[in-house]
């Protein structure tokens, strides 16, 4: 088996004092899109954080490959090759979309590639070159997320942490998110991917695994994933048959 | 040399009465005043003022000092309930220097060079033109107050005060009108601090705004947090210890206000409960740190 | 224990001129002032944007400026833009000794904690000052001839003018810098959403040290200005315009940047027209009457700033 690009071995992480990773233990390889599945308060967010260096894990080893970052700082992270795109998206509402692209490439040094990378961007999703002079905070939320994605890539990550992608977004913009994620996928892109819409998830997703308070109880095939009750149960509760055949 | 001993615990009782107002607020309220001595002052010129121009004895003027100064508290208590704290800081802040001004331009309080010729107080016949009765005097007052805030700290409304002081918004949905007691805290606060104000007028006998001013609301402060915020103990010896020493190390006046900066400082970085705090206040300025240190 | 920032330094405008040249003058007085009370709010205003603290040893950092270049130019024949740029220099490394020393430990405690530490910063420069160089105020070193320009009747010096030009060039510098600049992004960003910054890889304490050497830089030219313009230094002369330039932060919006320029030139109009029609004595208490009705009606100032 191919070395793992990501991996978590029994993460313990708190917030102050309550304990919200209780041993995490995941991996994932080059290449794959790998799905985060649970219920809200599950610890999820907790554990892209963990992974991006926002919280420190106080017991057990994120590594990435092959070296142990669970003692590096988020920006020295970040110039390792992970970039997160945070839950809500979190754009510099105050500064322009250029600027907040611009951002994105902030650790890095080669300033020419770095221009490259800002026309290659804005080629490939032409709404940032269109509202490049406008404030962040005036796009809407389908925009936002597009500028959240792509300032993350302007950093040329090896593994792109994304928190909830879709939240908050219409159908028609989450079937565009996604597909972007699937052809982030084939440009070579490692994908750590949290989902609260299940279904979209697995049905982009290469392996997926699912957490419950703190630690996971499931993990598979996202074809596996999809056909399991417990799956099904653990998010959706009685009703969920009507809404997981949507 | 008794004459002054006499002095320095006259003048020290005086601050611990300061300290310990100031610390109802910061302590059980969670707010800074940064504009104390403004109370002060405020009784202090209003003791004077009746005592010289109308006449009033000082049964009756001490009352009104505090009485007045409790209103200014009230005044300045209501606006700013809505402010948090650095604001809050900002405008107490300036209530100071306003004040001070005030005190500064009138021509009634005599300007910058202030009122000469306080009476001392005639109490039942006795001089107190002494400082052994005089001393008596505050260390009257200061046991009254020391005895009226610990009867307050420990009633039911000391116990809805550490309600709010650790958690406001449980607080208030718990049923507890945390807007009435910080108005009432501010103005009590301020009360005592007026009355403090006038013992001090009348010992001194001669009073101007320097005294008022910002320096001594900061010096105020200082006491408290280096005795320990929400301690009354604490204020008491933080005022003690802060009136003391730069008596015995009067050759070194030069250096105190230096050293008072540093000290803030490294109480705050060091030992933010101060010698003796308790209570959440204090506990929420060391353990936030250490939360802080904990998620990297 | 003296209260001696409060001390009458201003100097009121032409005798006997008419009405209307009156308040002209007093409005060029006023702007030059508030330009350097903008200086100083910008301070106020990055630090508190990135760090959500009011720096109440601002005035501090403006008094270090001044005497460092007036020490300097006491002591050695130094080109005068030199010195200034020393000032700023000085002025500019103390700010971020402060934050390391004074700030940083304190980080994630409850505010009133920094807010105390601040003032106990304040306390502590101030005395330092005043056992090195005494509390005597000193005359600038350097004399220039300022010419009096005539405009529309009014009389300014070409003092005033200078000052206002340099204080336009510098906060023009520094809006260039937040805008274009890679490093003003990054601390804009930071302002914003510590936690997003870092994903970034923004190095937030490095951001805040370049905030702090920034705005106490601009402080300390503030100083030097006035240390030319009232041809007097002594080590209280931060405590007043710290606190009004703190006044001006606010009415413009705490956080804002054009506000905290905008705020200071009202500021410093106000004062002026204050002293001039009403009463010369209570010019101080103009700051903080405009501070308490703006934080009781509109705390968030003039141009919104942001909360924090």
Redesign the interface.
Known sequence: MAKALLTLQSVHS???SLHVLKGVSLHVRAGEIVALLGANGAGKTTTLKTI?????P?KGRVEFQGENISRL???AI??KGI??V?EGR?V????TVA?NL???A??RRDYQAIKNDLQEIQERFPILRERARQLAGTLSGGEQQILAIA??LM?RPKLLLLDEPSMGLAPRLVKQIFAIIRRLQEAGTTILLIEQNARAALKVADRGYVMETGSISLDGSAAELMDHNEVKRAYLGKGYQEVWEE | MTEYLLHISIISGLYIILALSLNLIIGYCGQVSLGHAAFYGLGAYTSALTAIHWQLPFVLSLPLAAVLAALFGLGLGIPTLRLKDDYLAIVTLGFGVIVDLILLNLEITGGPDGLTRIPPPSLLGLDFRSKVWYSLLVAAAVLLIVGLLYRLVHSRHGRALKAIRDHEMTARVMGINTAAYKIAIFTLAAGLAGLAGSLYAHYITFINPESFGLHTSILILTMVVLGGMGSLLGSVVGAAVLTILPEMFRRFADYQDVAYGAMLIALLIWRPQGLLGVGSISQKFSLGRGKAKKEG | MMEGGLARRWETGAAAPLARSMLLQQILNGLTAGSVYALIALGYTMIYGILGLINFAQGELYMAGAFATVLLLSFYQVNFFVAFLFGMGVAAVLGVLLERIAFRPLRGSHPLVPLISAIGASIFLQSLALLLFGPADRSFPVQFDFAALEIAGVSISSLQVAIFAAALLLMALLMLFVKYTKFGKAIMATALDQDTARLMGINVDRMISLTFLIGSALSGAAGIMMAIYYNTTYPRMGLLPGLKAFSAAVLGGVGNIPGAIVGGLILGVAENLGAGYLSSGYKDAVAFAILIVVLLVRPKGLLGGRSH
């Open positions: 708190y917030y102050g991006s260096g926002l919280l420190k106080r700082s988020a920006e970040v110039k970039a997160h945070p979190r510099f509402s105050s500064l600027a611009e951002l994105g902030f650790a300032r993350a950093a």
